[in-house]
């Protein structure tokens, strides 16, 4: 991870109304430049759940069918300005952030039908689903940030064990409701 990852303060802040219009406008540009090569765009992460406090960073999630040729997606992100983040050691993902001075957004471009492509839209739809869960979440992610304010990879670690705990509940959710993905978001 470099070092502009590892020096930025982890902050919780209270969930903004302004967090879906800002996806929609992302969403919609993000639309425009892949086309087809872009089977799905979603709002993805804590930023997706009305009501859910979070780090003030849009996930957007792009789903694909290959990740070669990966200009058929990284030349149309570069185009709009996002960063292909080549040092990045999650192999399930092609990740991309905003340039420099410009608001913060990841991009995961992950294949579709992967199961961290699956994980990250169930997650986010158990959350939306369950607002008892999303509170507990909020409150664990609060308690994190204030022992691990200056370390995102502590902070990341030491929520996993809930993470994992809502997942199993969300997979629970879906085998008793028959979930699957709605609509793509753009």
């Known amino acids: 991870m470099d070092a502009a990852h590892t020096d930025e303060r982890v902050q919780i802040v209270a969930y903004r109304d302004t967090w879906p219009g800002t996806f929609a406008a992302l969403g919609s540009r993000l639309r425009g430049a892949l086309g087809d090569v872009a089977l799905r ?11 859910l406090a979070a780090k003030p960073v849009i996930d957007i999630q792009i789903s694909v069918a290959e990740f070669e040729p990966v200009d058929s997606f990284r030349g ?31 991009i995961h471009v992950r294949r579709a039908g992967s199961f961290s492509q699956q ?25 994190c940030a204030a022992e691990h304010s200056h370390d995102r990879e502590a902070y990341v670690e030491a929520k996993a064990f809930f993470v994992w705990e809502l997942i199993r509940r969300a997979d629970g959710w879906a085998q008793r409701t028959g979930w699957q993905p709605g609509p793509s978001d753009a």
Do not use: C, M, W
């Open 76 to 106: 149309p992100l570069r185009e709009l300005g996002f960063e292909h983040r080549t040092d990045n050691p999650d192999r399930t993902k092609r990740y991309f952030r905003e340039a420099p001075g410009q608001r913060r957004t990841h």
């Open 41 to 51: 765009i979603d709002h993805i992460g804590s930023t997706s759940v009305p009501g």
């Open 119 to 143: 994980y990250a839209l169930l997650f986010r739809d158990f959350l939306r689903a369950h607002e008892d869960a999303a509170k507990e979440y909020a409150d664990v992610k609060r308690q």
